[in-house]
């Protein structure tokens, strides 16, 4: 079945530091989605990005469905983007959103 | 924009007793939902996915039995937890899909945490 492997599974910065968190899959890809998850357990969904790159303030995400990965780019980051990050995927014929297990990213300021 | 409501935030039942948990979907039509838990260790698990107009498919460990869902229209899916013991605790999470197919991002709910007692 497919599988998620999302890496590293923790991560310190110092503040001003960029963060670059992976994704890869065993499947081919349909769609890839990365969330933030609040510490009161709500995810917010930051991109949905099946392919190619995307970007949002300090944000960006690339998709290469070739070399099967996402990755999540955090430029400068700030005590404020502490918390945890997931991605869920699903392949196209079992329709099953699967996430990986979570990067925690802490920022020190 | 497109929003999805869950509720109740949390829940603390007895042991053996049974927790309902709903899901609305406001701003698209929710042709998917899919139920997951995450447990304390903060892994997600799908327990099941419903699709309008096709039988909702359980994954393994997972049971009809135990936990009932209901996706009756568009806009609403609800989940129960019949007979919660300790080993159900954890955040229930809903992430409704619109749109045909298999393609469309995810939208979720915030959750609803069971404490078991």
């Known amino acids: 079945g497919q599988q998620v492997q999302q890496s590293p599974a923790s991560l310190v910065l110092q503040e001003g530091e960029n963060a670059e968190l992976q994704c890869n899959f065993s499947?081919?890809?349909?769609?890839m989605q990365w969330f933030y998850q609040r510490p009161g357990g709500s995810l917010v969904s930051l991109f949905y990005?099946?392919?190619g790159t995307k970007q949002s303030g300090r944000l960006t995400s690339t998709t290469v469905i070739k070399e099967r990965r996402s990755s999540l780019h955090i430029s400068s980051s700030q005590t404020t983007d502490s918390g945890t990050y997931l991605c869920?995927?699903?392949?196209?014929?079992?329709?099953?959103?699967?996430f990986g297990k979570g990067t925690s990213l802490v920022v020190h300021p | 924009g497109a929003l999805v409501y869950q509720y109740p935030r949390r829940t603390i039942c007895k042991s053996g007793t049974s927790m309902r948990m709903e899901c609305q979907a406001v701003?698209?039509?929710?042709?998917?939902v899919a139920w997951y838990r995450q447990s304390p260790q903060k892994t997600f698990e799908l327990i099941a996915l419903?699709?309008?107009?096709?039988?909702?498919?359980?994954e393994q460990n997972f049971t009809q039995e135990k936990f009932p869902i209901s996706h009756p229209n568009l806009s609403f899916s609800s989940m129960t937890v019949l007979n919660a013991y300790l080993e159900d605790r954890g955040l229930y999470l809903c992430?409704?899909?619109?749109?045909?197919?298999?393609?469309?991002?995810?939208?979720f709910g915030e959750g609803s945490k069971l404490t078991v007692l």
């Open positions: 992430g409704a899909r619109e749109g045909l197919g298999n393609t469309g991002q995810l939208y």
């Open positions: 419903s699709t309008v107009n096709s039988a909702i498919k359980y």
């Open positions: 990005n099946p392919s």
């Open positions: 499947t081919s890809l349909n769609s």
């Open positions: 869920a995927m699903d392949s196209g014929g079992n329709y099953k959103p699967t």
């Open positions: 701003g698209f039509q929710a042709t998917s």
